[in-house]
């Protein structure tokens, strides 16, 4: 299934994935950012499960931000293998 997720304090305003069970493919960030940063993170995660992404990249702040672009894939991967779990 395909998520949408509306992104706090970073460039990128969306963050769009799908997530088959707690696996997490098709990785895109939209609406600004780093081109580099954004081109290398979906790659990088690519087949990952939502516990591997979190512990992998889950905290991670860009410079004196709370937060980051990896940050928020984090917050959005585990935000929505949360909702799928309620949903079964």
């Known amino acids: 299934m395909t998520y949408t997720y509306k992104t ?3 460039c990128p305003k969306e ?3 799908d997530l ?10 939209l609406y600004g950012g780093c081109p580099g940063n ?4 979906p790659r990088l995660v690519e087949g990952m499960t939502v516990k591997e992404i979190q512990e992998k990249i ?6 004196l931000k709370d937060t ?3 940050d928020q894939l984090t917050k ?3 935000e929505a293998y949360e909702k799928n779990k309620q949903t079964v």
């Not at 954004?38 to 993170?41: E, R």
């Open 8 to 10: 706090k304090g970073v």
């Open 15 to 17: 963050i769009k994935f």
């Open 20 to 29: 088959n069970g707690n696996i997490i493919t098709n990785v895109k960030f």
């Open 38 to 41: 954004l081109q290398a993170l």
């Open 58 to 63: 889950g905290g991670i702040k860009c410079g």
């Open 68 to 70: 980051s672009c990896a």
């Open 76 to 78: 959005a991967v585990v």
